[in-house]
């Protein structure tokens, strides 16, 4: 097997794209060109830029001086989380690596991915200031999932929230009732989005619970539905801009046998240190829809 430089060649560029596709909310990443390392590891500089509106023009005088006030906000990542896997030497020359391959890959797929997703959507449905039904409600059919987005729609237009980078998450199951429809009022309303993407009600949650990996009950990581105060989320509509969503540090961990002082065996470690959260003057560029507490 390759060293540990040759694998991280070979597996991370994988891994990225893997995390492009199991990840639902990667399109909502920000620019990473736009950010800056803070003070501490877990601290991230991002722009903000605020302008003062139209003024009367005068004839004698000319314009009215404005102010554009661009400043750095220090922001805390929220999101730390990681593993080390060990996949043993004889297994992984057995099955010419694939062991190894997949074990990385189904991580991402199975594991990081909808737990970053469930992540993200917690957080977005969780900032104050959102707009959101007043009460959760269920959908029954087609028709009443076109009224509710209709009525989202609608929302962020009288907010002037840009249409032109409006993602649509919804459930695949009322996604479909929408298609069964298939009528002009069913189709118009779809073709507003920038984008739409189908998330599985188990990623899909106004809150969560983390689990930590070491207390008892929760050794097997990962996250659950919040039982106290999460609610199943029918739909969101994100406008991109609205959304602070960077990762500030993924660092997939390749140790080989040779380096590893105690197996004879390969070592996989996953680290994704990052941030998802609502820019304080773009709430209007979120709208919830959920389900009642069961």
Do not use: W
């Not at 449905?125 to 009443?144: C, Q």
């Not at 949650?205 to 070491?214: C, E, N, P, R, S």
């Amino acid at each position: 097997m390759a060293n540990a430089i040759t694998l991280a060649k070979t597996f991370i560029p994988i891994l990225d794209k893997i995390y492009k596709r199991a990840s639902l909310t990667s399109v909502l990443d920000g620019n990473p060109e736009l950010v800056r390392q803070g003070a501490s590891y877990n601290e991230m500089i991002i722009p903000k830029i605020s302008m003062q509106g139209l003024a009367d023009y005068s004839r004698n005088g000319g314009y009215v001086n404005g102010d554009v006030t661009l400043t750095n906000e220090t922001v805390r990542c929220n999101f730390d989380r990681g593993r080390m896997f060990q996949v043993d030497t004889m297994d992984n020359l057995e099955t010419a690596g694939i062991a190894f391959g997949q074990l990385s890959g189904e991580f991402l797929r199975t594991k990081v991915g909808p737990e970053l997703d469930a992540f993200r959507f917690a957080q977005y449905a969780g900032a104050s200031g959102i707009s959101k039904i007043s009460a959760g409600a269920t959908l029954a059919d087609g028709a009443a999932v076109v009224t509710a987005l209709r009525a989202g729609v609608n929302k962020m237009d009288e907010d002037e929230v840009d249409p032109n980078n409006r993602y649509l998450f919804i459930t695949p199951t009322l996604y479909g009732m929408i298609r069964d429809l298939d009528t002009t009022k069913s189709k118009e309303v779809l073709e507003t989005f920038a984008g739409i993407i189908k998330v599985p009600q188990s990623r899909f949650y106004t809150a969560i619970d983390q689990y930590d990996g070491t207390t008892s009950s929760e050794e097997a990581g990962g996250y659950v539905k919040d039982p106290t105060n999460g609610c199943d989320i029918n739909f969101m509509i994100i406008e991109k801009s609205a959304v602070i969503q960077f990762e500030k540090h993924v660092a997939p961990k390749i140790i080989t046998p040779e380096q590893n002082q105690s197996a004879d065996a390969y070592k996989f470690g996953y680290r994704n240190v990052g941030i998802a959260d609502v820019y304080e003057n773009k709430v209007a560029g979120i709208y919830l829809h959920h389900k009642a507490k069961a």
